[in-house]
């Protein structure tokens, strides 16, 4: 059995506290100013979709702000409505714009609100019209100074009426359903 000396155990226990210490900080620096919302995809690369502007406001809460890059997304007229879509290998993927009223902020670690209004839908490109019921739902973790968001599945016909709550974001973690790792186009969502 590997024994250490006392200065270095002590040494190695000083180096952890302070790690420790400092990874509640890190982990609880607001969002603030211009970060760039890129897709990372299936082939490895990655596309800068537009920019969300954090803003810290009273009680603890951040606003955003989501700009898409429509030179990055291309047309799509589906289901007589207009979609900015991004074309990949075999699946198109498409932003579906939340429709209705939400303060348009987040609170912690609480991104829900961001998460619904970073909505899409996937499909094949033979496939006719907007296939709402292949919902992406982009979970969101902070990893770093970044936060990365995870597919998940939804059907976004949910949303096709204005839920009873317009102050609680629809889809819950019981409306939302894992999907198999690298099965989706668009991999994950990254905002840094």
């Known amino acids: 059995m590997l ?7 002590r040494a ?3 180096a ?22 890129k897709a990372r995809l299936g082939d490895g690369s990655q596309v800068v979709l537009g920019t969300v502007v954090f803003t810290p406001g009273e ?8 700009t898409l890059d429509h030179k990055a997304l291309s047309d799509h007229f589906l289901s007589m409505r207009e979609f900015k879509c991004l074309s990949g290998t075999g699946e198109i993927t498409c932003h579906v714009p939340y429709p209705y009223a939400n303060p348009r902020s987040i609170q912690g670690q609480d991104y829900r609100w961001l998460e619904h209004s ?3 839908f996937y499909k094949a490109p033979r496939d006719f019209g907007a296939k709402l019921w292949n919902g992406l739902y982009f979970e969101f973790q902070p990893q770093g100074a970044a ?12 949303i096709s009426a204005p839920p009873a709550d317009l102050g609680t974001p629809p889809f819950g973690r019981d409306l939302r359903h894992d999907i198999p790792a ?5 991999r994950a969502l990254v905002i840094e």
């Open 182 to 186: 690298d099965t989706r186009w668009v």
């Open 12 to 14: 190695w226990a000083a």
């Open 118 to 120: 970073l909505l899409f």
């Open 147 to 158: 936060l990365v968001g995870t597919p998940k599945a939804v059907d976004l016909d949910q």
């Open 16 to 37: 952890t506290l302070a790690l420790l210490a400092t990874a509640p900080a890190l982990a609880q620096a607001p969002l603030a100013g211009s970060k760039a919302l």
């Open 3 to 9: 024994r250490l000396s006392c200065s270095l155990r």
């Open 59 to 66: 009680g603890g809460r951040t606003g955003f702000a989501l």
